[in-house]
T-cell receptor, first 112, second 110 residues
């Protein structure tokens, strides 16, 4: 069983809808939780990171961490076609800049 | 602007050949990483380094090696390329809070 599980999708939504993404994990030592966005044939880029449990909001993006359930989520409000990408969750036990364990990624398509 | 670059961007090689993928960053980060990305597996860490002369393996490191002689570069060597090493390889460097990824190298081993 993988340490981090993520539905591969694809997840197709109409423009303006809320996109809901999530990951589950098994390693209770994870303390730092990240979401990366990856466009086709590009390297991943960091969207948000959260330390421990709680919520964090940045513009249209909200990240939630529930350590008791070993479950993290990313919500994208007012989705745009430019949000079409693969979204990867990642986790670390020490620091966000430390070695990461990734989920498999969810492909998101936002249709105009 | 600081950046991280990888070369070559595409590489085709034959089974058994030695291949070296280059990674260069200009942020002066101590931490550097190599990942491979395959369908169904996401990004998997191969090697990492927390500074010059420091290198560490992970579970998928068989057949790969790295060396760190300066802060800027972490080349990844495939000692004897195998078809199972066909993949997209990403290099990253990080400060405490963020990993910055390069554009990737697509490697095909025939």
């Amino acid at each position: 069983q993988k340490e981090v599980e993520q539905d591969p999708g694809p997840l197709s939504v109409p423009e303006g809808a809320i996109v809901s993404l999530n990951c589950t994990y098994s390693n209770s030592a994870f303390q730092y939780f990240m979401w990366y966005r990856q466009y086709s044939r590009k390297g991943p880029e960091l969207l948000m990171y959260t330390y421990s449990s709680g919520n964090k909001e940045d513009g249209r993006f909200t990240a939630q961490v529930d350590k008791s359930s070993k479950y993290i989520s990313l919500f994208i409000r007012d989705s745009q076609p430019s949000d079409s990408a693969t979204y990867l969750c990642a986790m670390s036990g020490r620091a966000a800049g430390n070695k990461l364990t990734f989920g498999g990624g969810t492909r998101v398509l936002v249709k105009p | 602007d600081a950046e991280i670059t990888q070369s070559p961007r595409h590489k085709i090689t034959e089974t058994g050949r030695q291949v070296t993928l280059a990674c260069h960053q200009t942020w002066n980060h101590n931490n550097m990483f190599w990942y491979r990305q395959d369908l169904g597996h996401g990004l998997r860490l191969i090697h990492y380094s927390y500074g010059v002369q420091d290198t560490n393996k992970r579970e998928v490191s068989d057949g790969y090696s790295v060396s760190r002689s300066n802060t800027e570069d972490l080349p990844l060597t495939l000692e004897s390329a195998a078809s199972s090493q066909t993949s997209v390889y990403f290099c990253a460097s990080s400060d405490r809070e963020t990993q910055y990824f390069g554009p990737g190298t697509r490697l095909l081993v025939l």
